[in-house]
């Protein structure tokens, strides 16, 4: 599958989009952990779905923490918030306001993450079905806990990975006591990443009209 392509100004337009989404989320997560926090993304790589395991390893954690959300709308799919367990248990330890060690992810710790998760990603839909004139809605978000290779091994009985690209975003997190980084995956099949890039062209022909 040669996947949708596109050009630079297209992709620069989704970081730009994607940063918007993510500074509302980073705005709310600093009033429940009650510190500052600064989110950005830098990047975006669209790849192959089954070539997606060799780009998580660069988090350099056997079992990361993620956050899997099914969205739905113009183009739809699967979207994935994923960080290094540690960072996740920082972030419950400031929201929970306990002390939580990287090996005792209990339900309530699950919630918590699934929570972060579900901030980071839906702000990310509403922005984007915002300035996209577009409809997507979320379902409700659950954790996982696996490696990568398990994680898309789960994923993918939902969908062909023959027919599918992944829009991968690197995501910087920084809290005052931390740093980290991740990634926000959103995976579509050539259909819906079509619509995605025809609304990326819209709200540029708007722009520069």
């Given at each position: 599958?040669?996947?949708?392509?596109?050009?630079?100004?297209?992709?620069?337009?989704?970081?730009e989009?994607?940063?918007?989404?993510?500074?509302?989320?980073?705005?709310?997560?600093?009033?429940?952990?009650?510190?500052?926090?600064?989110?950005?993304?830098?990047?975006?790589?669209?790849?192959?779905?089954?070539?997606?395991?060799?780009?998580?390893?660069?988090?350099?954690?056997?079992?990361?923490?993620?956050?899997a959300?099914?969205?739905?709308?113009?183009?739809?799919?699967?979207?994935?918030?994923?960080?290094?367990?540690?960072?996740?248990?920082?972030?419950?330890?400031?929201?929970?306001r306990?002390?939580?060690?990287?090996?005792?992810?209990?339900?309530?710790?699950?919630?918590?993450?699934?929570?972060?998760?579900?901030?980071?990603?839906?702000?990310?839909?509403?922005?984007?079905?915002?300035?996209?004139?577009?409809?997507?809605?979320?379902?409700?978000?659950?954790?996982?806990?696996?490696?990568?290779?398990?994680?898309?091994?789960?994923?993918?009985?939902?969908?062909?990975?023959?027919?599918?690209?992944?829009?991968?975003?690197?995501?910087?997190?920084?809290?005052?006591?931390?740093?980290?980084?991740?990634?926000?995956?959103?995976?579509?099949?050539?259909?819906?990443?079509?619509?995605?890039?025809?609304?990326?062209?819209?709200?540029?022909?708007?722009?520069?009209?």
């Amino acid at each position: 599958m040669n996947g949708v392509e596109f050009n630079e100004l297209q992709r620069d337009s989704i970081i730009e989009l994607i940063n918007l989404g993510i500074g509302r989320a980073a705005d709310a997560l600093a009033q429940i952990v009650s510190e500052e926090v600064h989110v950005a993304v830098p990047s975006v790589k669209f790849i192959q779905y089954k070539n997606l395991v060799e780009h998580l390893r660069e988090i350099d954690d056997c079992e990361p923490s993620v956050v899997a959300q099914r969205f739905s709308g113009d183009f739809s799919g699967n979207a994935l918030l994923i960080f290094p367990r540690k960072s996740g248990a920082t972030l419950v330890n400031l929201m929970l306001r306990d002390t939580v060690s990287d090996d005792q992810i209990s339900d309530l710790e699950e919630e918590a993450l699934a929570e972060i998760g579900n901030i980071i990603l839906n702000a990310c839909f509403g922005l984007l079905a915002e300035l996209l004139s577009t409809q997507l809605d979320g379902d409700l978000p659950t954790y996982i806990r696996a490696n990568a290779e398990k994680i898309l091994e789960q994923n993918i009985n939902e969908i062909n990975d023959e027919t599918v690209q992944v829009m991968l975003l690197q995501v910087d997190f920084s809290l005052a006591s931390s740093k980290t980084k991740g990634f926000v995956v959103f995976a579509m099949d050539v259909a819906s990443m079509e619509t995605f890039k025809a609304k990326v062209d819209s709200y540029l022909a708007n722009i520069f009209s």
